[in-house]
């Protein structure tokens, strides 16, 4: 069992910064990949950005790349995700995700959100 603590959401204006962080905790030891997706209201739940915890292989959403910045620390279980020049469209409820692999199976665990809201 993991258990994901996501923080930094917050209102910002357009053009602005946020960092948000997520913070793993648990059976941590066999993390393989930590990300994001995120959720605006009245819209499904779309990929945001993605990192392996190993090889630092990192996969964005085409409507984040070159704006957001995902990395992780592998000694403090923790990703992040920077997030510049946000747009209002950008609003949502930003959610951890991360896989764990033992014995051959893969699992997945999901965070409680965070909410960012950018004001026009």
């Known amino acids: 069992q993991v258990q994901l603590v996501e923080s930094g959401g917050g209102l910002v204006q357009a053009g602005g910064s946020l960092r948000l962080s997520c913070a793993a905790s648990g059976r941590t030891s066999s993390l393989y990949t930590m990300g994001w997706f995120r959720q605006a209201p009245g819209k499904e739940r779309e990929f945001v950005a993605r990192i392996s915890w190993s090889g630092s292989i990192t996969n964005y959403a085409d409507s984040v790349k070159g704006r957001f910045t995902i990395s992780g620390d592998n000694a403090k279980n923790t990703v992040y995700l920077q997030m510049n020049s946000l747009k209002p469209e950008d609003t949502a409820v930003y959610y951890c995700?991360?896989?764990?692999?033992?014995?051959?199976?893969?699992?997945?665990?999901w965070g409680q959100g965070t909410q960012v809201t950018v004001s026009s």
């Open positions: 995700t991360c896989t764990v692999r033992r014995t051959g199976v893969t699992y997945n665990y």
